[in-house]
């Protein structure tokens, strides 16, 4: 019989973390940031939904999604860069720190390793 999970404990630790941030995104986004309103938001609701839920549940088209999903949340702080914007300021800097934090934890060899082994 096989089980499904949304959190998987016997992952990695950089998993399991990078599993949270998506769901904490997810929710943040759905009740404080208006994703509910509009398409976009409804999509990137979705996907760290879905990646979060198929990296649980050891798929490997769920991390790619995840790490899809991550650049995409990097998106928006390194066009501000560019812009010449000050990224310091107004919790952009909260919302960095997570895009950043979520990235690294699925990149980290770790991860990368568990996915090559038991990811299918």
Request: aromatic fraction near 14%; glycine fraction near 14%; hydrophobic fraction near 55%.
């Amino acid at each position: 019989m096989q089980t499904r999970r949304w959190i998987n404990q016997s992952q990695p630790q950089t998993l399991v973390i990078a599993v949270m941030l998506m769901y904490f995104d997810a929710g943040f986004l759905a009740l404080l940031g208006g994703g509910l309103f509009s398409p976009i938001g409804i999509v990137l609701i979705a996907g760290y939904v879905a990646a979060g839920y198929f990296i649980s549940n050891e798929r490997k088209w769920g991390y790619y999604l995840g790490l899809a999903i991550a650049v995409l949340g990097l998106l928006p702080f390194v066009l501000a860069i560019l812009g010449g914007s000050s990224i310091l300021g107004g919790g952009m800097a909260i919302g960095l720190l997570f895009a950043v934090a979520k990235f690294a934890l699925l990149v980290h060899p770790m991860s990368r390793e568990y996915v090559k082994v038991w990811f299918r």
